[in-house]
């Protein structure tokens, strides 16, 4: 827009008009005999492009294509998985070299184990969680122990584990997680000759918009994922593990049974099962099913409906199919109290008020304002801050954005 300011050198010579976009000049040129040259600036604004990138910045990535190594584990998940009579699903590991190339690994879990051991007489309360999660482990079938005439077989290997303790946690305070990158004898782990996995479930981001488009909201998530999902029996050897209640009894050799935490398929196993699943039984299950397949982030569940109606049917679909496949789903969360009482073991739980806001994926989410929040707790430091110290706090609170 011309702003009416101008400028001019004389009659018959050039003008300048002031305007929203800087000054314009018009008119005659000079000759060559008054001045040598003449500088001209310009700028040129193409709006395909511009439109374009800023599509382009705030765009969700499209899924890549499949490796030829990705490609071969998916190949290798849907030529080798079963399920069994109980519906339950059993995989096998997806090695891209004959786990014959591991050497032994047998003297050095004996080595972490000793110092494991060391350091637990030094904290009893920690021993104890870790004799209670063995138990479990046994008492759930999640490990078996190995028979005495095949403690020498020497297609093994042995996973050392180290406690991971989460005092945020509601359920599971302290997590065994075993260490699939221990070196054998030939230099190889168990990690070296497994596949790269695809990703499988959609990423956090496009998960969360379609979460906040559902009038009524539900959330849940799987019981003990992993462990739901056996390895088969070929397999198992691969994941022994050393262990004793007590310094005084010999120390027992053991094999996982299920997928194992620390192992670096154990989240596309896992991830891929729940798709199969999800796959096998949408046409008793299409909810379910749908659900399954778009509204997954590894174990937690973010999906929801239009109507209480639908809800409640969503709830049944999801917790019915997920038994067909030997899954739980537990703390379930809505904004509807009709939904919440659909729950069996929510019957109890106060429905989620529209001034409260849920814990979901790592953040916060207001079902009366339909905003997400982020809530950081810096911990109380006495003396003065180190370096390390300032990049660790600065490290997690990006792991929490």
């Known amino acids: 827009m011309l702003k009416g300011q101008s400028l001019s050198l004389g009659d018959s010579k050039s003008f300048a008009v002031r305007s929203d976009l800087g000054w314009i000049v018009a008119g005659n040129v000079p000759s060559e005999e008054m001045f040598s040259s003449i500088a001209v600036n310009s700028i040129q604004v193409v709006t395909d492009d511009l439109v374009s990138n800023f599509w382009k910045l705030d765009s969700v990535p499209e899924a890549s294509l499949l490796t030829r190594e990705e490609r071969a584990c998916e190949d290798h998940f849907i030529e080798t998985h079963v399920r069994n009579e109980d519906g339950r699903y059993v995989v096998r590991l997806p090695f891209h070299s004959p786990p014959s190339k591991l050497g032994d690994s047998r003297e050095s879990a004996i080595r972490r184990f000793n110092s494991l051991e060391h350091s637990l007489i030094k904290k009893p309360a920690i021993s104890s969680q870790y004799t209670d999660f063995m138990q479990e ?22 996973l050392p584990y180290h406690a991971v303790l989460r005092d945020s946690s509601t359920t599971t305070k302290l997590r065994v997680v075993f260490d699939a990158t221990a070196k054998s004898t030939t230099g190889h782990s168990l990690i070296d000759l497994l ?57 027992k050799e053991y094999r996982l049974t299920t997928v194992t935490y620390g192992t670096s398929c154990a989240p596309y196993l896992s991830t891929r099962t729940l798709t199969q699943l999800a796959l096998d039984e949408r046409e008793r299950y299409p909810l379910a099913s749908f659900a399954t397949l778009h509204h997954f982030y590894v174990d937690d569940l973010l999906s929801g409906a239009a109507t209480e109606k639908e809800a409640v049917e969503l709830v049944w679909q999801l917790k019915e199919m997920m038994r067909k496949g030997g899954f739980n789903l537990r703390k379930w969360q809505s904004n509807s109290e009709t939904v919440i009482k659909e729950v069996p073991e929510n019957r109890n739980l106060k429905v989620v008020q529209n001034d409260e806001e849920i814990n979901i994926l790592g953040i916060q989410w207001n079902s009366k304002s339909d905003f997400f929040s982020f809530s950081v707790s810096l911990q109380e430091q006495k003396c003065a801050y180190s370096k390390r110290e300032v990049l660790s706090e600065i490290a997690r609170v990006c792991l929490i954005l």
């Open 195 to 251: 596949m790269v996995e695809p990703r499988v479930q959609r990423d956090v981001y496009p998960i969360l918009l379609s979460f906040r488009t559902f009038q009524i909201a539900v959330c849940a998530d799987l019981e003990k994922m992993f462990r739901q999902i056996k390895i088969s029996s070929e397999d198992t050897n691969w994941q022994r593990i050393l262990w004793r209640d007590n310094p005084k009894e010999l120390v």
């Open 137 to 158: 482990y046994l008492t759930l079938g999640h490990v078996e122990l190995v028979p005495k005439h095949d403690y020498a077989k020497r297609e093994a290997y042995y």
